[in-house]
């Protein structure tokens, strides 16, 4: 085995994996260093255990709870050895086990057989991150779970607490919910989702209150004692004990795994610990780029594959121009789901129109028994042009695409008007937000007798 | 009530509800002629009470049969209630019961209190279409059912035979067997679904016989004898009997309602009974407009709701240029659900590329274990523009709609490229359907390197 490499790619989750593979496809010889599991935290502490288990959550037939996250286990185990062999047999890519060291040109391996050297044009760091850990006071160690623990449970526990109410923490309440657990969320914020406009949070507050879960946003675990976790206010007084608390399920956030990376020995720049990059993924130092979660740039997984692309063009094609920044996507698949793309600034700018569309009047959702849901969509006034969008209920995963390929396509409303939406599909209720955006727009210009006409037309019932 | 109108909407169905309410909406008095049921068959006995029954099929939490078709036919009467209610009590709308038959500038109506004649500017015939009757020997008149009377019955029949293997047929296939009802599903095509691609139409095949629906391609009903339905090619011998049979529902498409409208003393073209109408939806005669099913242009509830749109633009704004005839999708709600768009030739011309890709190989398909499904895109080698998509897996009715919106936009596969979709999500797919086409079409490109780079990183696994 050689130790001059074209490009090592530190760590083997989605961004890594992309990069690796897409270098080998040209060519490259690449050293892929891991120092656990090949597929990152999505394979296998992430999006696929999640999913998975919301997924058969969601249609138990006859299962218990444990059988269910033994099942969820045994399937993303069988995809990692599939991805461990795949990317493991892959030509032009050495698949390494062990940690790095940055080094000038290179970087320090240790592994299991001792330290050794390895050198490359190019480094791409693609290491990661690593749920936050808060200390709860008197919490024994192991009833304390992140998104790392929680998979292995072999039971379901029958009251569960989540500390913080993102994304992983209210698909969690979701999926233990359904599997019997008594479930509580805190979080320091007033509201869950805090990301989300405050109706769309509202949207997924009545729907996982109504599954039974017990939302506390504004509260935060002080201490657990006698068996319960003693919640109040951020510096406040405890107002109530959440009694007989089996685990603690902490979701407050990722932290990147930068430490330990050598970046000060290069001078790599980071921003909270997390490594800086350019429009063309490039750190402060030539040759080293970084990609996913350990860098400035997105913490999703189609974030680091979309930065992997990135990397790759221009590792092949340094002068090639680095082009525009496609808006990305954000997807929690809380049941309904909810979906933003773009910029919603809670106070809406003057130039901006805010169309905020019930999912409920959609004939789809009348055959459905759709009642709750809510598309909020902003678009300039003057030109159509979408900014940002807010879906939450059913298929908002999917609805959501619609504006990340419109506002990829730079494709204002007035181009959307006059497609013909599937009768009866949710997607339809998207007409109705760009009729109500056209009856607008219409009526401001003057003397367009067409347009006028076309503004009105957009009124009409369909 | 005056008998002069500037418009008469003869049939207050979907296309129908949206003229009169549309031309409404410019202060026209309109008169809408309905001689049944307000809503037409989408609210009566086709999309809204079909689509209401799959749902509550596929939900059915201990209720039995009866008690869903009660609760079906329960929500299918209020909104009925509610739109008649509604748009009897429009402002400019008078909505008047009975039959009418054309004469010069109007019509003549028939009615509980006798004849009378309505004059008007306009007339828009929305008279909508029925079910084709075949008759099949022996069998008595209460075991036969169209989606007329279908959604009437009191119990779930113990054994169904459907004669009509279209979208109907199986969507109600799914629905009765999910209710617990033997279905045999009967066609004179060799396959279900016929206008699918044979491919996509396999994998509703698999899936519904997979639920249990006894599927018969290739037979039809050759007469009904000692409870038995007696089945065989056509013209050919008896091959089979299916014993015991308690309904036939014969789902075998539908015929325009344009007897007795009087066309024929204005001279008004049809073609196999529908009225033929133009790009601006103008019948043969003056002053006369079809839209939706009685009319030559589409048999949805969608085509019915865009052409009466374009009716209403074109009646208040003659001289306004008809515009592109953008393209209508097509679903059939079945699990999973089948959407098409656009032309998709068996045979593919060699100017096109065919992808077809697999949705068991997207993420979200291995989370939610979906194991079969197919999109199937076929696009110009050198524009990338898309001339047909067929989509057949989870939430095809939405994905779907991105080649609505991207088809009417004229938006090319160059474009779509470098879109990020949320992972994992089943609009991923789409994505690397997109790079499929990079992929093959950079590579024909000569001399240019970051088009060469793009294609070659469109081959990176997402």
Same mark, same amino acid.
């Given at each position: 085995m050689s130790d001059q490499y074209d490009a090592i790619v530190v760590g083997a989750g989605s961004g890594g994996l992309t990069v690796a593979v897409g270098l080998s496809g040209f060519g490259k010889k690449v050293a892929l260093i891991e120092r656990h599991h090949v597929g990152g935290d999505?394979?296998? =502490?992430?999006?696929?255990?999640?999913?998975?288990?919301?997924?058969?959550?969601?249609?138990q037939a006859g299962r218990s709870g444990s059988e269910i996250l033994a099942t969820v286990r045994e399937r993303r185990d069988s995809l990692r050895r599939h991805e461990t062999d795949e990317f493991g047999a892959m030509e032009n890519i050495d698949l390494i086990f062990g940690s790095a060291r940055l080094v000038e040109n290179g970087i320090e391996l240790s592994g299991d057989d001792g330290? $050794?050297?390895?050198?490359?044009?190019?480094? =791409?760091? %693609?290491?990661? %991150? $690593?749920? $936050?850990?808060?200390?709860?006071?008197?919490?024994? &160690?192991? $009833?304390?779970?992140t998104n790392e623990e929680l998979f292995e449970l072999d039971d379901v526990p029958a009251r569960l607490v989540i500390v913080g109410a993102g994304p992983i923490g209210m698909e969690m309440a979701v999926a233990f919910r359904r599997l019997g657990s008594e479930v509580t969320v805190l979080d320091a914020a007033p509201q869950i989702l805090p990301f989300l406009l405050p109706e769309a949070a509202a949207v997924v507050d009545r729907a996982v209150t109504g599954l039974g879960v017990d939302l506390r946003p504004g509260l935060v675990a002080h201490r657990f004692e006698g068996g319960a976790v003693e919640i109040g206010p951020v510096g406040g007084e405890i107002v109530d004990r959440i009694e007989n608390v089996d685990r603690v399920l902490m979701a407050v956030g990722r932290l990147p795994n930068s430490e330990g990376l050598g970046l000060e020995n290069l001078g790599i720049e980071t921003d909270r610990g997390r490594i800086v990059i350019d429009d063309k993924g490039r750190t402060t130092k030539d040759g080293v780029w970084a990609v996913g979660d350990v860098s400035t740039e997105g913490a999703t997984t189609h974030a680091a594959n979309a930065w992997g692309r990135r990397v790759i063009k221009h590792i092949i094609a340094p002068f090639a121009p680095a082009g525009d920044r496609p808006e990305h996507p954000s997807v929690t698949f809380t049941a309904? &789901?909810?979906?933003?793309?773009?910029?919603?600034?809670?106070?809406?700018?003057?130039?901006v129109r805010r169309i905020v569309h019930q999912f409920s009047t959609a004939d789809r959702a009348f055959t459905d028994e759709v009642n709750d849901g809510v598309i909020i969509v902003d678009v300039r006034r003057l030109?159509?042009? =979408?900014?940002?969008?807010?879906?939450?209920?059913p298929r908002a995963? &999917?609805?959501?695409?619609?504006?990340?390929?419109?506002?990829?396509?730079?494709?204002p409303f007035h181009k959307w008007y006059g497609t013909v939406w599937p009768y009866p599909s949710y997607a339809d209720a998207l007409g109705a937000v760009v009729d109500d955006y056209m009856r607008d727009a219409m009526k401001n210009i003057p003397g367009d007798a067409v347009s006028w006409v076309k503004g009105r037309i957009a009124g009409v019932r369909s």
């Open positions: 999505c394979t296998n =502490v992430g999006c696929i255990p999640s999913k998975s288990l919301l997924h058969h959550s969601s249609q330290q $050794r050297t390895i050198l490359a044009d190019h480094v =791409v760091l %693609s290491t990661g %991150s $690593r749920p $936050r850990r808060l200390p709860i006071e008197g919490l024994p &160690e192991d $009833r304390y779970l309904p &789901e909810a979906a933003t793309i773009g910029q919603q600034p809670v106070d809406v700018p003057h130039d030109t159509g042009r =979408v900014m940002g969008a807010t879906i939450v209920g995963g &999917e609805l959501i695409s619609i504006f990340s390929l419109a506002m990829k396509a730079d494709l």
